[in-house]
């Protein structure tokens, strides 16, 4: 299968047109995950949202980029982390950048080429992250 590329909005990344969530996966073993990753990454799918940051997806994740994460464009979620195994969502801008900290380690590398603002559903929830410092640290 070869997918065509697409510049992703003005960052100049190189994406696949098709791209790789993992909210479906994640009650998978990390094996399992890796193995769907590179299957991604050998049909031109370099385009990975984390919408949520499980042990996991993240640990299958890190184990199917190994040795490629040159080729990904990975989508981390500020406010989205996990507590015991546990998903929650945080609006205090500390506690999003040790979900995301925590990400980025568990996944063995030092950044993300997005950030995506986790579930921003209304405009209340946009008042809160803005005036809570999330939007800032997503800057």
């Known amino acids: 299968m070869s997918i065509g590329q697409r510049t992703l909005g003005r960052t100049g ?12 996966l994640r009650r998978q073993k990390p094996e399992t995950i890796a193995a769907v990753v590179s299957e991604a990454l ?3 799918i ?27 464009r990975i989508a981390v979620h500020l406010g989205s982390g ?20 925590d990400a980025l380690s568990n996944l063995g590398t030092d950044y993300a080429d997005i950030a995506n603002i986790h ?13 809570g410092g999330v939007v800032d640290l997503a800057c």
């Open 82 to 101: 996990h507590k015991n195994g546990r998903y929650l969502r945080s609006r205090k801008a500390d506690e999003c950048k040790r979900f995301f900290d």
């Open 42 to 44: 050998e049909n031109e």
């Open 13 to 24: 990344f190189r994406v696949g047109e098709i791209g790789l969530g993992f909210e479906h």
């Open 119 to 131: 579930y921003v559903k209304d405009l209340g929830t946009w008042k809160q992250v803005n005036d």
């Open 46 to 72: 370099n385009y990975f949202d984390l919408v949520w940051s499980l042990p996991n997806v993240l640990r299958g994740v890190k184990i199917g980029i190994n040795g490629r994460r040159e080729r990904v």
